[in-house]
């Protein structure tokens, strides 16, 4: 049996929905079963979404979200049954808030151009033809162009066990701790499903806090629906509406999904789904919330390339 990948942008890369954010956080667990290279690997991912503008619930003005993203995901073998992942990556993301938008009360538009940064690394062990480990860590800076750089930054790492409970059928379980903007931490736990029902059919979390159930065409075809949990905290700019102040968007998006791969090395994804569930809120470099609203649900397009080597 070969060794469990680590996860990351390369861990399952042919099947993940392209998301714009380096993928190296809490779903870091790629099932460990599935049959991998025994050389040192490289996947280079880069992907683009766009929400389509949306009302702010309860408050004036509406959004529009671009989001740029891309990784590099380089895997390693260590003998005798170890895989080392490092990734890094980056996300551009442009918030087009309407001239009357505000979330804290005579505030203004609350931000515009946020910037994320990940180095991460994952190690997987392989202990027993059923039994695999994975260990998680990994940087990340979030914030507006003149937010401060050292208050930007956020760290963390878990542990995860993957159990392969039978042919095509593996659980991943585990914990992931990160410190939070402000000060405190967060705790994930780690939950991953990959079930190949059949040649065709597979059900996988594709190393995302969702469900995706995807169908194989052939070689070159898949489709696939699903959706996922999302969420990104981000330092604000000082002289905005609320100086060294925190924002944060939480999401739900739904989509449906086409994968091309014309040949092993490339595979081209193109999406079409719903923002089911988001939330933009701000709080003070305190935590103290200051003003939220959700934004009402709507349709929003990504596309991805994935190039591997």
Do not use: C
Request: glycine share 14%; proline share 5%; net charge negative.
């Amino acid at each position: 049996m070969v060794l469990a990948a680590a996860g990351g942008v390369a861990a399952t890369a042919l099947g993940q929905e392209p998301t714009t954010r380096p993928r190296q956080d809490i779903q870091g667990a790629a099932p460990g079963f599935d049959e991998r290279d025994r050389r040192l690997t490289a996947v280079l991912d880069v992907s683009a979404n766009y929400r389509f503008r949306g009302d702010l619930d309860n408050n004036a003005g509406s959004v529009g979200i671009f989001r740029t993203g891309m990784g590099v995901t380089i895997t390693a073998p260590v003998p005798p049954r170890n895989r080392l992942s490092v990734t890094l990556g980056t996300e551009q993301s442009y918030y087009d808030f309407s001239s009357s938008a505000m979330l804290v009360a005579g505030g203004g538009q609350p931000w515009d151009h946020i910037q994320s940064y990940t180095a991460g690394a994952n190690f997987a062990t392989q202990w027993s033809e059923t039994v695999s480990s994975l260990l998680i860590g990994n940087i990340n800076f979030a914030g507006e162009g003149s937010a401060a750089f050292g208050d930007g930054f956020t760290g963390g790492g878990g542990a995860a066990l993957i159990l392969k409970l039978s042919e095509g059928f593996d659980l991943t379980g585990g914990v992931y701790v990160r410190s939070r903007l402000g000060g405190g931490v967060y705790v994930f736990p780690i939950v991953g499903i990959d079930w190949r029902i059949n040649k065709q059919w597979r059900l996988s979390n594709e190393n995302q806090p969702g469900l995706y159930l995807s169908y194989e065409i052939d070689e070159h075809w898949r489709l696939s629906v699903g959706a996922r949990y999302d969420y990104q905290e981000f330092r604000l700019e000082n002289d905005g509406v609320v100086p060294d102040g925190i924002g944060s968007d939480e999401r739900v998006p739904a989509t449906f999904g086409v994968d091309w791969t014309p040949t092993p090395n490339i595979t081209v994804q193109a999406r079409v789904g719903a923002m089911l569930y988001q939330k933009l809120k701000v709080r003070n470099s305190s935590r103290d919330t200051l003003g939220e609203s959700d934004v009402d649900p709507g349709l929003y397009l990504s596309g991805g390339l994935v190039l591997r080597f």
